[in-house]
């Protein structure tokens, strides 16, 4: 069948081929009827060119339409051949000024905060950069994909609208030239004709619903198959629909995710490919299984022919867009074709027809037509217009269509609304003509039916339905916003009138909306069901912006002002006409006021916390002030109508509800109120919510009688009775009353006077007080700041936002507060200057009760350490203006003096009343308020007014008989020495003292001003003096006070020099408890120190004492007693790799052998430890307990934890490390294997002959062994075994039972974990990787230490240390628990590799060998045939010849690789020895290779390479020895200084000049390079055919960061997924080690690992840090650290921003630039092998990260 397929295709494809497209064109041009040849040609060529089988071919479908359907097309349009017209059109054409560059998904976008008119304003990248906008404070976002870059449009910018690139094409000539005059007439003709036939046919077919027949393009011979088509909906989930797929077509999961992918990208795919009834089956089969949570995903069975003609559609969509880039001419035809009105009417063109049609469509179809309407209608400046008066007029029509689209509004047409309503001009022009606001409120309206019977919206019982059309609704007030975010300059009648007309409508929407969800008190029992609050607080925040906004509309124009009021007060009226019904009118009296008001109880009836059109009705009047019009035009407004105590009634009761919530009061309400309030106050809502409700509060007390406010205020608050009756208070405690009603009614006394302060105080909103819009910032971030120091984020956290998201911080912050860089963590904070802090009030309105009690504290805290007085009195207040002036009288309302005098009467007798102290804080504030405001009058005195503010007489005034109460003032004094109010002593003392001034302020006031200044001048001289004499005081008192620390430190260094041996000798204790051993502390003399061989150094063993963490025991580590053991990590690592694309062999087969490493090291086994002990017995019950618990754990609940338990993992039981096996603690091995060396100790070359003759010897034994097992001593005779050689000898071994266990578990764990095997104690394998591991430790801790410059031994850190002993130890014993033979049989092999003999043929050549794993190897495997040699020669000696052999092989190595060019460098051709040596030994070596080598005539240049080579290979094996034997390092290597090189030969015995070891056993030496050199590999190499290492290795690092991360936004935009064709990859992610790009988190890059599927960056870390990885998410601007399946966490990213502060997820969009020491933080994290802990210490803290599926990353 697939045969037959493929051969119609091809015969096809010649026949197809053979069409001209000039041929075709000439036809048409001659035709009459171009509609009709155009549709026959389409109606025969589509099928045969489309949907030709079940799957897509896009190649070869775009090849046949480009060469059959749209090549006849350009033809006809060009007239000539479109590769020569096309660009005849682009040369003719001037350049756009507009870029117009479409975004796509995750490409970088930057908007200008300065200068960008309103955040939706946005550049590419390219154009940023070539802007003046650089230099401001831009903000950098990711794109959503669809926006397009605003660059070149002067309404989007301030200034600076055009980058470099397009400020060329603003040419002078008239703006509104008609682009079709560049045209030719003939050429504009065929382009109608063309575009008019084409753009019909495409919408035509997308918008055709009949599923058998087409629209005027029936076939002639019409095939029977068709399509099931799945299309996308944002209901159903991934694993939903693959799950279907895989029953419904029977096909793979792999398969069913493909079509799961395309489904979701391009919004439909054929699942089926067949005849009517196969697809029909399929299709039921999907219906049916998606029916039953959800509505069923959508499918049709479509006929191939009209899926053929609709992806024809879309290619034509696609092509029209890119041919109109060519001219804006024919973008101008198109946009007249698609905007002709047709045949129908009203919305009959094409462009109408494709909007209206919208939601029916799918994505794919989406996309192409938006993008085709971007490029062609909104770049178009006339054409815009008009087609915003379309989108306009079909507005409501648009988004209803939107309510019941099953896509999100990113793929809805509604979503150009953004690219229209937001460009001023069309914004403006769309309100006066078309009405739109009206229009948008309206549609609004509409869609939110559910009213209650007083028309209010009601969201009770929301349904999910309900709930997800209200999200959508909530875009509408998004259009609103964009609509009425650029303000006009100036008004026309006509915008004011339909402006005002908008205003009503919204104005209808806020009276739906007041009143809205009331509350009634629960008393008794809790309430049962929570009431839905979410949905109306939701509605009031996205309209916060907009009320606001409407507000400044308001403000720009007086008549605009005047009737905007009116209309306001006139909503509210109509709200409140049932105002006082049903509630009886009372009438209160105190002091002699009396007020009439109605009865009503918050405790009792229903209340409302949502009151707009009051809050609305504040604002304006505010503005009202603001502006001067209440000033200017008092008649025209109805100021004399308002009735005070209605304005109030509301907002007041709102404010009770709160102080009673804050009282316990509406416990049984559930959380959903308290929620309620916390939003209320919440910095996202209190700007037109509790700030609102303060301000009418203030617009009532200012136009009414301050004691009638009062009145009503207590009656509300439920107060009123404690208050108007005396002695009240007293027989209400002395009544045992209930203990919670004297708690709540001390709490509302104390709320209610909170409300007096803020009524009083908060005057810092332009219209209330005399200030300006920075005051008022500034204010805000004065008491943020003193709570604490706080980061740039979080200030702009806690203030609110304008509609441009911009809060003004900015510009004032520099005034009031410092800013403090951050460190290597935290971020950067800023500090309030201490000049700012006389502004601090401790009652400032936006305090939450915390912030307020930490702000306090830390404000006093402050006091204390600069030793003044703690009191924080209330700070000096700007004027009100003129229409809230009278607002200060309540402070001197007689009704205020009574509550006043009251409290204080309850503190003076405190045992009698039932009183708070924070109720006499708050008044003592009150009249510290009072005090300061007099003072201000006064001192602002001009000469013929009087003062009316007196409350100083009226305090100092007792009250009348017959209570004959004391004055307050009298009161005061009484309570400064009351000793139960300590804390307020400061605060009343400044009232004191503040009254005496104010006193004499008056006095000098109402007679001489002379005498004013002498009464300052004398309190001035006064209060210096104090000043003077406290300074004296503590001057005195730091004097003293260095005195004393003086003699202290001299009696302690008297001290030190009388008992210096004793300090001495504890100094030297402590050094050595610290780490149990420490290298120096049996003193040695300066003699040279020498690490190996026959001469080195002998240093008596201290002993070694240590704890055990879990048994606290202590006990020595001896050969013979039980194990101790250090908790130890073992990783396999590529750190120090030069190749990490190595496979390596799959290590389960017997064959793969580690025995040598590569050069290239390409894969290591790492061992970290945490560094502590236990025993090894304590440890086995601790890791039996763990792995029952997670036996147990597993039962009960599936959740990982931060270690893995069957990997034999745990965490350390002290420090929480992660560990997976325990290293044994063992004295030096070394001295149990050194026997006596009695006879002279041989040189190297008899000793290379006696172990060759040994290693041959243990050959024929075993070959002979193998043959037969009798006879064998007869064999032995006949052998001639070197001298004092006994091979049958079996050694005892010297460890206890215990240490040799541990020795098999440390063995095996790092066999397991080095090969990824099942750990098998007997391999022989085991072994190689001991020792190997031990090398590739040794070599990563020397590469830290030389990449940060540290000395070799100084500078490691105690767990390192004591890791490296323990490791080292163990490895050179671990020999003792394997197969003797199977280590003597690696050391031969390995010898062998230097020494060649007969018997090891193809070993690995010199250059692949990495000389340090070979050298550990060796040593380390040699006791095992030493152990058997009895001729005296000492182990020592064989160490030297070994390290000298390998040394030499590592010379050679270098010396063949080095590549060194004779770069004219300075060479001092000095002649040295050295170099001459060097200089002869290179000439042996080109003789040996045949002369294959470079000449190098520069002995200089060959000895600095060789040193510099050889480098790293002596400090590692310095290390090595060090640990192996224990001599302590010579003082020189541990500081960095001069001559390293020569220390370093000197402590490994080694001549400085190297070459000397070559001269001195030339004998054996020359044969062996020979032979090394005559190695096929190394010809290779020499000839060019081969690559090798060269030395000395570079370290690795993490790759290059660009400085600014937009560069890497930008890199991952670009990135497409490498799965599924092109498109966008979701989570780019960056692996920082070797710097591929990875999609991550997603289906289409899922691969198979171990059996499981795994994400992509997870499959990357097995290849590229096999099994470590360390990546950044591109988007979300997070580091993320992975190791292996199940372990992973986030981490800080390297990049901050300006504050010093990490954005991680781009919320907040300021540029950030790379933190150089944070990278390298994280690189030394990777080079130390720390990654796996910190991640295990991250899942430890934080449980979330464990049950995150780190594998699908």
Known sequence: ?????????????????????????????????????????????????????????????????????????????????????????????????????????????????????????????????????????????????????????????????????????????????????HLPEDMVARAYNIFAITFKYAVDILTWEKENELPGLEMIEKSDTYYCMLFNDEVHTYEQVIYTLQKAVNC?????????????????????????????????????????????????????????????????????????????????????????EGPDGENSSLVDKLMLYDSKLWKGARNVYHQLFMSSLLMDLKYKKLFAIRFARNYERLQSDFMKDDHDREFSIADLSIQIFTVPSLARMLI?????????????????????????????????????????????????????????????????????????????????????????????????????????????????????????????DEKVMIEAYKKCLTVLMQCHSGFTDGEQPIVLSMCGHSVETIRYCVSQEKVSIHLPVSRLLAGLHVLLSKTEVAYKFPELLPLSELSPPMLIEHPLRCLVLCAQVHAGMWRRNGFSLVNQIYYYHNVKCRREMFDKDIVMLQTGVSMMDPNHFLMIMLSRFELYQIFST???????????????????????????????????????????????????????????????????????????????????????????????????????????????????????????????????????????????????????????????????NILQSDVMLCIMGTILQWAVEHNGYAWSESMLQRVLHLIGMALQEEKQHLENLSEENVVTF??????????????????????????????????????????????????????????????????????????????????????????????????????????????????????????????????????????????????????????????????????????????????????????????????????????????????????????????????AHCWQRYFDAVQAKEQRRQQRLRVHT??????????????????????????????????????????????????????????LLRNEDCASHSGHSEKMDQLQLPEGFRPDFKLKNPYSESIKEMLTTFGTATYKVGLKVHPNEEDPRVPIMCWGS????????????????????????????????????????????????AVQGHFCTLLASLVPNEKNGNLPCILDIDMFHLLVSLVLSFPAIHCQDFSGVSLGTGDLHLFHLVTMAHIIQILLTSSTEENGMDQENTNSEEEVAVLTLYKFLCQCTGSALKEISSGWHLWRNLKAGIMPFLRCSALFFHYLNGVPAPSEIQVNGANQFEHLCSYLSLPNNLTCLFQ????????????????????????????????????????????????????????????????????????????????????????????????????????????????????????????GKTKGCFYPPPYLDDYGETDQGLRRGNPLHLCKERFKKIQKLWQQHSITEEIGHAQEANQTLVGIDWQHL
């Open 1560 to 1683: 001195e056993n030339s004998e054996i030496l020359n044969p062996l390079i020979e032979s090394w050199c005559n190695n096929n590999e190394v010809k290779r190499y020499l000839e060019g055919k081969r690559h090798a290492i060269s030395y000395a290795r570079e370290s690795n690092k993490l790759i290059d960061l660009p400085d600014d991360y937009s560069c890497l936004i930008n890199q991952a935009s670009n990135f497409s997924c490498p799965k599924s064709g092109g498109d966008k990859s979701r989570a780019p992610t960056l692996c920082l080690v070797c710097g591929t790009m990875l999609c991550s988190q997603s289906y289409c890059c899922q691969t198979e690992l171990e059996g499981e599927d795994v994400g992509a960056c997870t499959a990357h870390t097995y290849t590229c840090g096999s099994g470590v990885g360390i990546f950044l998410r591109v988007r979300e601007c997070q580091v993320l650290f992975l190791a």
């Open 252 to 340: 793979t999961q792999k398969e069913a995710i493909g079509f799961a992918t395309t489904v979701d990208r391009d919004g439909r795919r054929s699942v089926r490919y067949g005849d009517f009834q196969y697809c029909d089956q399929a299709k039921s089969v999907i219906v049916r299984n998606t029916s039953r949570q959800t509505k069923p995903l959508k499918v049709q069975v479509m006929h191939s022919s009209i899926v053929a003609h609709q992806s024809f559609g879309l290619k034509l969509l696609t092509w029209l867009g890119s041919v109109i880039g060519y001219s804006d001419g024919l973008r101008r035809i198109l946009c007249q074709v698609g905007l002709q």
């Open 432 to 556: 006066t003509e078309e009405n739109l606001m009206t229009t948008i409120i309206k549609t609004f309206m509409d869609h939110l039916r559910h009213r209650d019977i007083q028309g209010r919206f009601q969201f009770e019982r929301y349904t999910a339905l309900q709930a997800f059309k209200f999200r959508r609704v909530q875009s509408l007030i998004l259009d609103l916003k964009y609509v009425l975010i650029s303000k006009p300059t100036e008004w026309s009648d006509d915008l004011r009138c339909k402006f005002l007309e908008g205003f009503d409508a919204f104005l209808e929407l806020l009276k739906c909306m007041q009143g809205m969800d009331p509350i009634t008190r629960q008393v008794g029992q809790h309430i049962e069901m929570e009431p839905e609050w979410e949905a109306a607080f939701t509605l009031q925040m996205k309209l916060t912006l907009v009320i606001s906004m409407m507000q400044d509309w308001c403000a720009l």
């Open 1 to 181: 069948m697939a045969a037959d397929l493929e051969a119609e295709v091809q015969a096809i494809d010649k026949n197809l081929l053979e069409c001209s497209a000039e041929e075709i064109a000439v036809k048409w041009l001659q035709a009459n009827d171009l509609q009709k040849e155009v549709y026959q040609h389409l109606a025969y060529y589509v099928p045969k060119i489309y949907c030709r089988g079940p799957n897509p071919a896009p190649q070869r479908e775009d090849m046949l339409a480009q060469h059959v359907l749209l090549g006849p097309m350009e033809w006809y349009l060009c007239g000539e051949d479109p590769a020569f017209g096309f660009p005849k059109l682009e040369q003719a054409n001037k350049p756009s000024h507009l870029c117009g560059r479409v975004f796509k998904v995750g490409e970088p976008t930057y908007s200008c905060r300065d200068c960008a008119v309103d955040p939706t304003c946005v550049l590419c990248m390219e154009c940023f950069l070539g802007s003046i906008h650089r230099e401001h404070r831009y903000r950098m976002t990711t794109s959503g994909g669809g926006g397009f870059c605003d660059c070149g449009d002067t309404e989007a910018w301030k200034e600076g609208p055009y980058c470099q690139k397009h400020e060329l094409n603003t040419s002078e000539t008239a703006e509104e030239e008609d682009p079709l005059v």
């Open 1334 to 1381: 031990c090398a590739y430790t040794i070599q990563t801790i020397e590469r830290i230490l030389a990449d940060e410059d540290k000395p070799l031994f100084g500078h490691l850190p105690c767990r390192q240390d004591d890791c490296l002993t323990s490791l080292t130890r163990f490895a050179a014993a671990h020999w003792t628990v394997s197969s003797l033979s």
């Open 950 to 1175: 007196t409350f100083t007489q009226k305090i100092s005034k007792p009250g009348e008989a017959p209570s004959n109460s004391p004055s307050i003032l009298a009161m005061l004094e009484t309570l400064q020495n009351a000793p139960h109010l300590e804390v307020h002593k400061d605060m009343i003392r400044w009232i004191l003292k503040t009254f005496n001034t104010i006193k004499k302020l008056r006095e000098s006031s109402s007679s001489s001003p002379v005498v004013e200044t002498e009464g300052n001048i004398m309190e001035e001289s006064s209060r210096d003096k104090d000043k003077a004499e406290r300074k004296r005081k503590a001057e005195i008192a730091r004097l003293r006070r260095e005195k004393i620390m003086a003699q202290m430190s001299e009696m302690q260094r008297h001290f030190i020099n009388e008992n210096k041996e004793l300090f001495q000798q504890t100094l030297e204790e402590l050094d050595t408890s610290t780490s149990g051993v420490h290298e120096n502390s049996p003193v040695i003399s300066d003699a040279k120190l020498t690490a190996l061989g026959p001469e080195q150094t002998r240093v008596a063993e201290p002993r070694q004492v240590v704890m055990c963490i879990l048994c606290q025991e202590e006990q020595e580590v001896k050969v013979d007693s039980r194990a101790m053991v250090l908790a130890a990590f073992i990783q396999r690592s590529t750190v120090l790799s030069k190749n990490r694309n190595k496979i390596t062999p799959d290590p389960d087969t017997e064959k793969y052998d580690p025995l040598f490493m590569h050069p290239d090291l390409s894969c290591g086994t790492h061992t970290g430890s945490c560094g502590h002990i236990m025993h």
């Open 1202 to 1259: 931060s270690y893995d338990v069957e990997n034999g993992e745990f965490l350390c039981p002290l420090c929480e490390c992660l560990s997976n096996t325990v290293i044994p603690l063992l004295p030096p091995p070394r001295v149990l294997f050194n026997r006596l060396d009695f006879s002279s100790q041989p040189n190297l070359t008899q000793w290379i002959k006696t172990v060759s003759q040994q290693v041959k010897a243990l050959h």
């Open 726 to 888: 005396p002695d009240y208070g007293k027989r209400f405690s002395t009544e045992n009353t209930n203990k919670d009603v004297v708690q709540q009614n001390n709490t509302l006394i104390e709320e209610m006077l909170y409300l007096i302060i803020m009524i009083v105080g908060e005057r810092f909103s332009p219209g209330i007080g005399q200030v300006n819009a920075t005051d008022e910032i500034k204010r805000e971030i004065i008491h943020q700041l003193s709570i604490r120091p706080m980061a740039h984020s979080e200030l702009v956290k806690a203030l609110p936002e304008d509609e441009n998201r911009e809060t003004g911080m900015e510009s004032v912050i520099e005034e009031v507060a410092c800013f403090k860089k951050p460190g290597l963590t935290g971020r950067g904070l800023y500090e309030l200057k201490p000049e700012c802090a006389k502004n601090f009030n401790l009652y400032f309105y936006h305090f939450s009760r915390a912030e307020q009690s930490k702000a306090e504290e830390a404000q006093r805290k402050l006091k204390r350490q600069n030793r003044e007085d703690t009191a924080l009195p209330p700070p000096a207040l700007p004027p009100f203006c003129p229409l809230f002036a009278s607002l200060v």
